[in-house]
């Protein structure tokens, strides 16, 4: 479907949101609830399709999942033993589903098949299949094993101390969860620091894990270069979850489009509510304010009682408020490697950004962009050129000039980030934009197009992803 959205004009808007539920942490909710020994509970958890998959995918493995409203499911757990799925396990279009379930299915004594659409298929899966073989389950897949579809002969593992090569939060959940049922202790460290959503959620399910400050970084080694942020994870082996109840959080990736769209518009006033506040998530909103684009951030009062295993800050999400004004101007928006896997999901969004940045802006150690749901760094280069930006694609990133949008036919790749980067480029250039494909926001973030109208109602967003939305958007039309 296409959708068809015309310039504001730099009209400013002033507005409130509440962000939809975090798809990582939903991820991992429905996956732990389904390993715990009884119901759990997930509250306002994601209705994206990615989160679906898993919801499906864990439900085949004989988790019972009970929907009492459409913001509450009640998930009775396998108490660690999943059942042998009768068909092949398909997560759609989501990475996370198919790297932390392979984690789940190499320690189970049965057969099962991973797979997914078109882009899932292309994506590295060596990285999960090379330490899970290691463990000693049996996994092939084409390529060598690379790419799915994976088929896993699950076994009991053995505990393996694995540096991760890349920093992944992906991989280093996948080595979590077959940790949890290996005998013995399971060390993972990597690199940077990644979002420790499962590390917080496994302490809720009564888990034991430790988690330090890992080996140094390579770029650590490097003359001044910050300190490392690597961590390191050891999960003993094997444990079975109790059962918890979790509320999910908004999501930070799905609020940057609109915080981002905010900061570019002088004097446009914008407030974000209920959104997960993770340090290892906040790295958009400190590349804003390193930027000069002044944030509020009202934190809620913790929660979170901690556990008895030492991990005090663990247990909870924090959450709260975030308030913009678009300023004036603001500087460039240089990334470097240490930056990324805080804002890993913002990278296409901070792109669009940094075309009205009024000096250049540099994005680098972002090769990992290549591999996510489409090449993100040639994606985003290509269709904001094709509006006009001056962006040149490095090997590793981007480099970006001020630049002025204008109008153009544009395309996703079918990759939701890409669509609502392309959605706030479209509102910020003159005239009208045509982005192809636009349905595939639905993976993260289902009715964005009608939120994006709600909140700029004076600007005009037309297609039929949207659907209407108390007469904010301006015309009704279909696809054109
Ligand atoms: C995710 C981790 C990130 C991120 C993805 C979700 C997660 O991937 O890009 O959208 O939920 O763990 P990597 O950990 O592979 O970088």
Redesign the pocket.
């Known amino acids: 479907m296409k959708q068809v959205i015309k310039g504001l004009g730099g009209r400013p808007f002033t507005g409130r949101f509440t962000p939809p539920p975090d ?2 942490i939903t ?2 909710a429905f996956m732990l609830a389904a390993l715990a020994a009884g119901e759990s509970e997930v509250i306002n958890p994601s209705s994206g399709l990615d989160c679906r998959s898993t919801l499906a995918c864990v439900e085949a493995l004989g988790a019972r999942a009970r929907w009492e409203g459409p913001e509450r499911v009640i998930i009775t757990g396998t108490a660690g033993h999943p059942t042998e799925p009768v068909d092949i396990l398909d997560a759609g279009n989501s ?2 589903t198919t ?2 379930l392979s984690g789940v299915l190499a320690g189970q004594p049965f057969f099962s098949i991973l797979t997914g659409d078109a882009s899932l298929r292309s994506r590295p899966m060596g ?1 999960v299949t090379k330490p899970l073989r290691q463990m000693g389950a049996t996994i092939s897949g084409r390529g060598g094993g690379d790419l799915a579809p994976l088929a896993i002969n699950g076994t009991r593992l053995r505990p393996i101390d694995y540096a991760l090569p ?8 996948c080595l979590i969860l077959a940790g949890l049922a290996a005998d013995g202790e399971t060390v993972i460290t990597e690199p940077l620091a ?2 420790d ?2 590390e917080r959620m496994l302490v809720k399910a009564g888990a034991r894990l430790h988690v330090a400050a890992g080996a140094p970084s390579p770029a650590a080694a490097a003359p001044a270069a910050p300190p490392s942020r690597g961590r390191q994870v050891r999960v003993p082996g094997p444990q079975i979850l109790r059962p918890f109840s979790v509320r999910i959080p908004g999501d930070i ?1 799905s609020a940057a489009f609109f915080l981002a769209l905010a900061a570019a518009i002088p004097g446009a006033r914008l407030t974000v509510e209920e959104v997960g506040l993770n340090p290892l998530r906040d790295g958009f909103q400190r590349s804003l304010v390193k930027a000069g684009i002044p944030l509020e951030t009202r934190a809620a009062p913790a929660t979170g009682a901690g556990d008895a295993y030492g991990n005090d800050a663990y247990g909870d999400e924090p959450w709260g408020d975030i308030t913009l004004t678009g300023p004036q101007s603001f500087r460039g928006l240089n990334l470097e490697a240490e930056d990324i ?1 805080d804002l ?2 913002e990278v296409p969004i901070l792109a669009v950004l940094a075309t009205q940045a009024s000096e250049p802006s540099l994005i680098r150690g972002a090769a ?1 962009l290549r591999v ?1 749901e489409s090449d993100r760094l040639a994606g985003i280069a290509g269709q904001l050129a094709a509006m006009g930006a001056r962006i040149e694609e490095r090997p590793d990133g981007l480099y970006i000039e001020p630049s002025r949008l204008r109008g153009a036919q544009v395309r996703t790749y079918g990759d939701h980030r890409l669509a609502m980067s392309l959605a706030v480029a479209a509102l910020l250039a003159e005239g009208e934009t045509s982005i192809e494909d636009f349905e595939c926001a639905a993976v993260s973030f289902p009715g964005f197009g009608e939120e994006l109208a709600r909140l700029t109602s004076g600007g005009s967003t037309e297609g039929n992803e949207a659907g209407g939305h108390d007469g904010a958007r301006p015309k009704d039309g279909g696809a054109r």
């Open positions: 798809k990582s991820h991992r990475g996370t790297r932390l990285r890349v920093a992944s939060a992906q991989v280093k959940s990644t979002r959503h499962t990736s896997p890993v999901d990992e996510k």
